[in-house]
């Protein structure tokens, strides 16, 4: 008796995982430049560890990255796809 255990709502800090909000904010709102747990800008995104995965044959290669926050220390993969290339536009044939 006496045991309150209604307060998961109240604290998210620990080892728990992003929620599909904090995603979905992550990815279509702040572009990867905010820290998905804090909001902190000046993250860092560690481009020279980042490494293709996945099964290039089934269309399902994506780059991944290890980023972190120096703010509240979170660490997480950013993944990105390539989804189309284009010629620069300032590079003309004949030049
Ligand atoms: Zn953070």
Redesign the pocket.
């Known amino acids: 008796m006496g045991n309150t255990t209604d307060l998961k709502l109240s604290n998210i800090e620990g080892d728990e995982e992003l929620t599909e909000e904090q995603k979905l904010k992550y990815v279509n709102v702040d572009g990867g430049k905010r ?6 800008l000046g ?1 860092t995104c560690l481009y020279e560890k980042g490494q293709f995965v996945g099964d290039k044959d089934q269309g399902g290669l994506h780059l991944e990255i290890p980023s972190e ?6 660490e997480w993969i950013d993944c990105f796809t390539l989804t189309d290339v284009r010629e620069a536009p300032d590079h003309t044939e004949g030049d």
């Open positions: 820290c998905p747990f804090c909001g902190s993250v926050c120096p703010t509240c220390k979170k």
